[in-house]
């Protein structure tokens, strides 16, 4: 198992509840100085905007490329603390109405994040045999597919995400996790190169895939596609890992770890490993992984069945609470980015997505913090000192 097995779903097109996953989260190991000198944060390529990724304060000169969305990573000096990160990603991302939603929170505050995207959405009820799953027949999910005429909204949210400089990973495709075998746990590297490989086709030829649906060109460059994380976070790392080398990928985030700590890459494969943390719940010092369907399966069992306003408004103010003893924790500490993870959902009267974004609309853009994709923070790390970076992954986790 890669780390912590954590349940997680991914909706549909238009609706989030067909969530299949019964594999769920246990707590535990299964799964510096506020006054130091100001961060040595990104520069901005791009004119300071709302929706940019600007440096407030720093006078250090670039030392990274800039990114699709004008973050430009910068090294850190002597004394310097790095900047808080906060990277949200977003495992299926097939609904317009979400897609709508974090567009417009990026347009109130300096945010960017990934989508992890599900191969399977750029296929139809009609089209699903152009997909098979690593020993499934034919036009098997887990995942509901689409109508023929959902295609070209996906396609042009998508297209929307990277015009507004949003990362574009995978969450493969099927989505078979425990209860829907042969799942992740029993994949072996064949099995994911294969899975891969349909990713791949899938994005590349939408078209060709849907014969007479009138659809945009998808501006989603393969070449671009660097990262993944599992469906349910299954998975074995040895298996799974030289799957990722072959198709020249260079992180994961379907593993867990204990509190919050800066990324390693694996020393086998040199892979960075950039899961969610265990951090402990709000008022209850259980350790929970960050992930949305985790904090919704330890309140509400996940189900919405007979749930009230007033009770999701306390699991949305609990949630929020965790999120913001985490920022507290790191912020004050040893900086290490706070990894979200999260889903296009409307679970528990829509209590994590509220939280998720009173979180994001209270902390990007306060100083010395940068809300940004999984790609950015990577190249920050990379333009780094390797002593220095050696030294911040040294530092003791917060919330462990």
């Given amino acids: 198992m890669l780390g912590v097995t954590a349940a997680c779903g991914s909706g549909s097109l238009n609706d989030s509840s067909d969530v299949t996953v019964t594999n769920t989260v246990t707590a535990g190991p299964q799964s510096s100085d506020a006054g130091s000198p100001s961060s040595a944060g990104p520069t901005s390529a791009a004119a300071s905007s709302g929706a940019s990724s600007s440096a407030a304060g720093s006078s250090t000169a670039a030392s990274g490329a800039a990114q699709p969305d004008g973050f430009v990573p910068t090294k850190l ?11 949200v990603s977003f495992d299926g991302v097939g609904w317009h109405e979400k897609w709508q939603h974090w567009f417009d929170v990026a347009k109130q505050v300096p945010f960017h994040f990934t989508g992890f995207l599900s191969g399977t959405y750029m296929l139809s009820d009609q089209t699903k045999m152009a997909y098979q799953g690593p020993g499934h027949s034919p036009g098997k999910s887990s995942i509901s597919w689409n109508s023929p005429s959902d295609l070209p909204v996906e396609i042009n949210d998508l297209n929307q995400a990277i015009d507004e400089g949003m990362e574009i990973g995978t969450h493969f495709n099927g989505h078979f996790c425990a209860g829907a075998e042969p799942s992740g746990n029993q994949w072996t590297t064949a099995d994911w190169n294969s899975e891969l490989d349909s990713f791949f086709s899938l994005v590349e030829n939408v078209k060709k895939n849907n014969p007479g649906v009138d659809l945009p060109d998808l501006k989603l460059d393969p070449a671009t596609i660097k990262g993944e994380r599992t469906p349910c976070l299954e998975g074995k790392a040895e298996e799974l890992f030289p799957a990722l080398i072959a198709h020249n990928m260079t992180y994961d985030s379907s593993f867990t770890e204990s509190g919050v700590a800066w990324p390693t890459k694996s020393p086998q494969y040199g892979i960075w490993r950039l899961g969610m943390a265990t951090f402990p719940m709000n008022g209850t010092g259980k350790k929970q992984i960050t992930m949305d369907y985790n904090f919704y399966y330890t309140q509400r069992n996940a189900s919405s069945d ?47 997505e509220n939280a998720l974004t009173s979180f994001v609309l209270d902390k990007c853009g306060q100083p010395d913090t940068y809300c940004v994709p999984f790609r950015d923070l990577i190249a920050w790390m990379e333009a780094q000192d390797p002593a220095t970076l050696q030294q911040l992954q040294a530092l003791p986790p917060e919330g462990a």
């Fill in 306 to 352: 007979g749930v009230t306003p007033e009770q999701s408004a306390a699991d949305q103010a609990q949630v929020l609470a965790t999120y913001n003893d985490m920022y507290n924790a790191t912020y004050n500490g040893n900086r290490a980015p706070l990894i979200l993870g999260n889903h296009f959902n409307a679970w528990n009267n829509n209590a994590y």
């Fill in 77 to 87: 000096q002597p004394g310097q603390k790095p900047p808080q990160f906060i990277v």
